[in-house]
């Protein structure tokens, strides 16, 4: 090759490269993926290693331990947990699990299992790390008196 022709597939590479980079735009998020290991603790409930992943056309959270904090063992015959997110205003449900005994049973810990899914906002577009203002556990359980009790665990908070 004569030198000519070189520095024309230089340029020609120069140019490629330059274009590349001028043409990123930091706040298109369309294709980043977001890892929340998630952790948190209520009057009674701890919650830990509870990982929430949002990709722009999937979501999974889950495979977390939920351990009782109480001294006394804890019975209950109804319990139910979920997994929240607040998406620009508006509560969004990632994770849910109901349990129904037939007799009261003893609650010290239970994994929390996973869930896949798609999660889009209203208008069809995909969740992206700033539209999630929040993201919060419930639990509710029925006491050995018969009273539902229901507590919140707040894992994350938009800054």
């Given at each position: 090759?004569?030198?000519?022709?070189?520095?024309?597939?230089?340029?020609?590479?120069?140019?490629?490269?330059?274009?590349?980079?001028?043409?990123?735009?930091?706040?298109?998020?369309?294709?980043?993926?977001?890892?929340?290991?998630?952790?948190?603790?209520?009057?009674?409930?701890?919650?830990?290693?509870?990982?929430?992943?949002?990709?722009?056309?999937?979501?999974?959270?889950?495979?977390?331990?939920?351990?009782?904090?109480?001294?006394?063992?804890?019975t209950a015959q109804d319990f139910?947990?979920?997994?929240?997110?607040?998406?620009?205003?508006?509560?969004?449900?990632?994770?849910?699990?109901?349990?129904?005994?037939?007799?009261?049973?003893?609650?010290?810990?239970?994994a929390t299992g996973h869930v896949?899914?798609?999660?889009?906002?209203?208008?069809?577009?995909?969740?992206?790390?700033?539209?999630?203002?929040?993201?919060?556990?419930?639990?509710?359980?029925?006491?050995?008196?018969?009273?539902?009790?229901?507590?919140?665990?707040?894992?994350?908070?938009?800054?």
């Amino acid at each position: 090759m004569d030198r000519k022709t070189i520095i024309v597939i230089g340029l020609i590479v120069v140019l490629a490269i330059a274009t590349f980079f001028l043409n990123q735009d930091e706040e298109d998020q369309s294709n980043h993926y977001y890892i929340f290991t998630l952790e948190g603790q209520s009057e009674n409930w701890e919650l830990s290693n509870y990982t929430v992943e949002f990709v722009p056309t999937h979501q999974y959270a889950g495979n977390g331990q939920l351990d009782y904090l109480g001294d006394e063992a804890m019975t209950a015959q109804d319990f139910n947990f979920r997994v929240y997110a607040m998406i620009d205003g508006m509560g969004t449900s990632l994770q849910g699990k109901s349990i129904t005994w037939n007799e009261s049973t003893e609650l010290s810990n239970m994994a929390t299992g996973h869930v896949e899914g798609s999660i889009f906002k209203p208008n069809g577009d995909p969740v992206l790390f700033g539209d999630i203002e929040q993201i919060y556990a419930t639990i509710h359980w029925r006491d050995a008196d018969g009273q539902v009790v229901e507590e919140r665990i707040d894992l994350y908070q938009q800054r």
